[in-house]
């Protein structure tokens, strides 16, 4: 067990230093662009591939830290940069997320490097879990795995909704159920191989925020892929589900629960990057602009705002920190993970519009960032499970009780 500490390692800050030059040189010039086009913008994320922020090494080694803290400063500074673009850079870590958690150390070998490629050839994953009917209620999905054993081979139905790179992935995985009735336990992980027929990109999502990521439905008609596809293998798939009809339930995690529980200090950390940049705009603001004479920062009603804002920033880091270390050395043991989610999300949509607020009439316009940063942060309240779900996950942590 990695001892928990707040000093980062010379290592780690070499990580976040050479993040953050990449995040100031190459994202932020280009995130206003790729918002007004609201497309995927190829052009940053082969840049991060070239430098080596984009790919399974990079992840692998940062995923692999037995501190867990390299991820969620690596995030924190790519967020830093811009949410959009950070968004399209870190999408295909949850599919890999996904395959890890899920998958046998065969199938994370083969599936987790087809998710990035190589920097001369990129390559993107998807992971599939929301439906239209289906958001925070991830035990009522619809669409079904059935499993054809003459030819060894699944065949997935259904449409998936609210993907990042949905459609344009090479790999995406997809959670589907195989005995509806077990509803959340009766689930499974599928790959979907590159070039699949049957799986195609329905509507794209005309969205609020973080516009360069992609976000579309996926359309599953008769999808048939190989049965070696199914994430950790049909022998212990076959005993979850025997159990689960025995017992009428199964302790097991649901595959997606699984997946989202160990990326919400990640979330969480996005949040924080996209906070902190608006309080420093703020703060420069606040400190420049004159108004009565002297330096709006001056003024107790501006100043206190500016306390409040890095407060609470610092308040959300150390959230993530705490459960990030925990994802590694132990477990949570009262749903921190969620803890840092729920707060560092509420958090930046309130210190974004702390710092409209603070530039005023000119933090309502495109001239300064914290209008997309505040548009940015909103979907962090809402996607990887709601304020409202995380409040539900820490109150049943908390209490020992299924509260609904």
């Given at each position: 067990m990695a001892e928990f500490s707040l000093h980062l390692t010379d290592d780690q800050l070499q990580i976040k230093d050479w993040i953050h030059e990449f995040a100031k040189d190459v994202m932020r010039?280009?995130?206003?662009?790729?918002?007004?086009?609201?497309?995927?913008?190829?052009?940053?994320?082969?840049?991060?591939?070239?430098?080596?922020?984009?790919?399974?090494?990079?992840?692998?080694?940062?995923?692999?830290?037995?501190?867990?803290?390299?991820?969620?400063?690596a995030i924190e500074e790519i967020f830093?940069?811009?949410?959009?673009?950070?968004?399209?850079?870190?999408?295909?870590?949850?599919?890999?997320?996904?395959?890890?958690?899920?998958?046998t150390p065969e199938q994370i070998i083969e599936w987790v490097p087809q998710c990035y490629g190589t920097a001369d050839d990129v390559k993107l994953g998807a992971f599939c879990v929301s439906e239209p009917d289906a958001g925070s209620d991830v035990s009522s999905l619809r669409t079904r795995a059935?499993?054809?054993?003459?030819?060894?081979?699944?065949?997935?139905?259904?449409?998936?909704?609210?993907?990042?790179?949905?459609?344009?992935?090479?790999?995406?995985?997809?959670?589907?159920?195989?005995?509806?009735?077990?509803?959340?336990?009766?689930?499974?992980?599928?790959?979907?191989?590159?070039?699949?027929?049957?799986?195609?990109?329905g509507q794209k999502y005309k969205k609020h925020g973080i516009k360069a990521s992609h976000t579309a439905e996926v359309?599953?008609?008769?999808?048939?892929?190989?049965?070696?596809?199914?994430?950790?293998?049909?022998?212990?798939?076959?005993a979850k589900l025997a159990r689960a009809r025995e017992a009428g339930r199964t302790g097991e995690a649901q595959p997606a629960m699984k997946t989202f529980e160990a990326t919400r200090p990640a979330v969480g950390a996005q949040a924080l990057g996209i906070a902190r940049a608006a309080y420093e705009i703020a703060l420069d603001y606040a400190k420049e602009r004159v108004?009565?004479?002297?330096?709006?920062?001056?003024?107790?009603a501006i100043a206190f705002k500016l306390a409040n804002m890095i407060t609470q920033i610092d308040a959300a880091r150390l959230l993530i920190w705490r459960a990030a270390w925990?994802?590694?050395?132990?477990?949570?043991?009262?749903?921190?993970?969620?803890?840092?989610?729920?707060?560092?999300?509420?958090?930046?949509?309130?210190?974004?519009?702390?710092?409209?607020?603070?530039?005023?009439?000119?933090?309502?316009t495109r001239e300064y960032d914290v209008e997309r940063m505040h548009r940015d942060a909103k979907i962090h309240t809402i996607f990887e499970g709601t304020s409202e779900i995380q409040q539900l996950v820490i109150a049943r942590a908390i209490s020992g009780l299924r509260v609904e």
């Amino acid at each position: 067990m990695a001892e928990f500490s707040l000093h980062l390692t010379d290592d780690q800050l070499q990580i976040k230093d050479w993040i953050h030059e990449f995040a100031k040189d190459v994202m932020r010039p280009a995130a206003q662009e790729w918002d007004d086009r609201e497309e995927f913008p190829w052009p940053v994320v082969q840049e991060a591939a070239k430098i080596g922020l984009y790919g399974i090494d990079f992840m692998m080694n940062a995923m692999g830290d037995p501190s867990g803290l390299t991820l969620p400063v690596a995030i924190e500074e790519i967020f830093w940069g811009d949410a959009g673009l950070g968004m399209a850079i870190m999408g295909s870590g949850l599919a890999a997320a996904g395959i890890t958690g899920n998958g046998t150390p065969e199938q994370i070998i083969e599936w987790v490097p087809q998710c990035y490629g190589t920097a001369d050839d990129v390559k993107l994953g998807a992971f599939c879990v929301s439906e239209p009917d289906a958001g925070s209620d991830v035990s009522s999905l619809r669409t079904r795995a059935v499993y054809d054993e003459a030819n060894d081979e699944w065949v997935l139905n259904g449409t998936k909704a609210w993907i990042t790179n949905g459609g344009i992935a090479d790999v995406h995985v997809i959670v589907a159920a195989v005995d509806p009735e077990l509803r959340g336990r009766g689930q499974a992980s599928f790959v979907v191989p590159p070039g699949t027929k049957g799986l195609s990109q329905g509507q794209k999502y005309k969205k609020h925020g973080i516009k360069a990521s992609h976000t579309a439905e996926v359309v599953l008609d008769d999808v048939r892929i190989p049965g070696r596809c199914l994430l950790g293998g049909k022998e212990k798939l076959d005993a979850k589900l025997a159990r689960a009809r025995e017992a009428g339930r199964t302790g097991e995690a649901q595959p997606a629960m699984k997946t989202f529980e160990a990326t919400r200090p990640a979330v969480g950390a996005q949040a924080l990057g996209i906070a902190r940049a608006a309080y420093e705009i703020a703060l420069d603001y606040a400190k420049e602009r004159v108004a009565f004479g002297k330096p709006i920062i001056m003024n107790q009603a501006i100043a206190f705002k500016l306390a409040n804002m890095i407060t609470q920033i610092d308040a959300a880091r150390l959230l993530i920190w705490r459960a990030a270390w925990l994802g590694r050395n132990g477990g949570f043991t009262n749903a921190e993970g969620s803890m840092s989610k729920y707060y560092a999300s509420e958090m930046a949509v309130k210190v974004t519009e702390e710092a409209i607020q603070i530039l005023g009439g000119y933090g309502y316009t495109r001239e300064y960032d914290v209008e997309r940063m505040h548009r940015d942060a909103k979907i962090h309240t809402i996607f990887e499970g709601t304020s409202e779900i995380q409040q539900l996950v820490i109150a049943r942590a908390i209490s020992g009780l299924r509260v609904e």
